[in-house]
T-cell receptor, first 112, second 112 residues
Framework: DGGITQSPKYLFRKEGQNVTLSCEQN?????MYWYRQDPGQGLRLIYY???????QKGDIAEGYSVSREKKESFPLTVTSAQKNPTAFYLC???????????FGPGTRLLVL | AQSVTQPDIHITVSEGASLELRCNYS??????LFWYVQSPGQGLQLLLK??????LVQGIKGFEAEFKRSQSSFNLRKPSVHWSDAAEYFC??????????FGKGTRLHILP
């Protein structure tokens, strides 16, 4: 069954802690994306990757980091430098840039 | 810069009534256009897309959208809404810089 998986569904972060959100796809898509969603603000692009071992900053990359060591995987780390990390995080993939993006179910990050 | 505007933050319609959700974009050439739907706490699901050709596009769940170049619009329509259509709807534009820009969303409420 092809698709995009994100884990965990809920994640709790303590002050000063880095946390990593997982995103895996088995659609054989080249491009992958991370978005942050806050109420009333739509989706804001954090990072995106067009191919393995390459990625670009989006509109709100500060306080976040990513890696793309495998085509299937695009983990997002929320670092302690991100002062307001509470949000819903969505991962997406597409065959190429500007093509249809397919979304995972999301991870809700909460700060303790 | 490219932009997407969804003028209505909330829309309420009665079950069985017709629906139109507005989307306007800013871009010099013909963009790629998308409509997505999101149920609470879930990822986004593609409803329909326009890349080229016929300007009236049919999607899933009985939705359609019409691309009007003269008005820079891509409004989403459904002739008769069902209670299960209550969700948040996002218009998105792919406009030539390797990214897709999402609108801030319109939340649809259905009255029984």
């Amino acid at each position: 069954d092809g698709g995009i998986t994100q884990s965990p569904k809920y994640l709790f972060r303590k002050e000063g802690q880095n946390v990593t959100l997982s995103c895996e796809q088995n659609l054989n898509h080249d491009a992958m994306y991370w978005y942050r969603q806050d109420p009333g603000q739509g989706l804001r692009l954090i990072y995106y990757s067009q191919i393995v071992n390459d990625f670009q900053k989006g509109d709100i990359a500060e306080g976040y980091s990513v890696s793309r060591e495998k085509k299937e995987s695009f983990p997002l780390t929320v670092t302690s430098a991100q002062k307001n990390p509470t949000a819903f995080y969505l991962c997406a993939s597409s065959p190429g840039v500007e093509e249809t993006q397919y979304f995972g179910p999301g991870t809700r990050l909460l700060v303790l | 810069a490219q932009s997407v505007t969804q003028p209505d933050i909330h829309i309420t319609v009665s079950e069985g009534a017709s629906l139109e959700l507005r989307c306007n974009y800013s871009y010099g050439a013909t963009p790629y256009l998308f409509w997505y739907v999101q149920s609470p706490g879930q990822g986004l699901q593609l409803l329909l897309k326009y890349f080229s050709g016929d300007t009236l596009v049919q999607g899933i769940k009985g939705f359609e959208a019409e691309f009007k170049r003269s008005q820079s619009s891509f409004n989403l329509r459904k002739p008769s809404v069902h209670w299960s259509d209550a969700a948040e709807y996002f218009c998105a534009v792919g406009a030539g810089d390797d990214k897709i820009i999402f609108g801030k969303g319109t939340r649809l409420h259905i009255l029984p």
